[in-house]
């Protein structure tokens, strides 16, 4: 295996890329307003539903 060959593998994490493309939805929606969002806008903007957020945070 070269090292380009190496290098292209770094890329092909599903779980990375999808984080990444999150992190990045809310970098842009942030970038849109003056003011912070609130704990139920970050999740509905992750996708987040609201009977999966309420178990996270009792957890």
């Given amino acids: 295996m070269t090292p380009e060959d190496e290098r ?5 994490d599903v779980a990375l890329a999808d984080e990444i493309e999150l992190v990045s939805d809310l970098v842009v ?5 003056t003011r ?5 806008e970050v999740d509905a903007l992750l996708g987040i539903t609201a009977a999966r957020g309420a178990g996270a945070a009792t957890s």
Avoid: Q
């Fill in 36 to 40: 912070h969002f609130t704990p139920a």
């Fill in 8 to 12: 292209s593998g770094d890329l092909l």
């Fill in 29 to 33: 929606a942030a970038s849109t307003t």
